[in-house]
């Protein structure tokens, strides 16, 4: 990957960080984050925020909420939306 092009980096930067990209598109990020400092620090930080957000408790919500939430999408789907 060229530094001059590292959106092209995002558009596998998921499955990279979690595991599931094919080892060819591994190796190629990973020779682009050896010579990419600005890169690298995306990857550090994406895959620090996805361990935080993992930490967290799972939300409850309120019965009302959730009835007025399959009633919503009861309509829409009836409704072809």
Do not use: W
Not at 22 to 32: F, K, M, Q
Not at 57 to 75: H, K, M
């Amino acid at each position: 990957m060229a530094h001059d092009n590292c959106q092209h980096l995002l558009a596998d930067l998921s499955d990279y960080i979690d595991g599931e990209a094919a080892d060819s598109v591994c190796a190629e990020i990973e020779r682009h984050l050896a010579d990419c400092a600005d890169c690298r620090a995306v990857v550090d930080t994406l895959r620090k925020t996805i361990y935080l957000y993992r930490q967290l408790p799972q939300p409850t919500l309120p019965e009302s909420a959730r009835a007025r939430l399959i009633a919503a999408f009861t309509f829409a789907d009836a409704s072809g939306s």
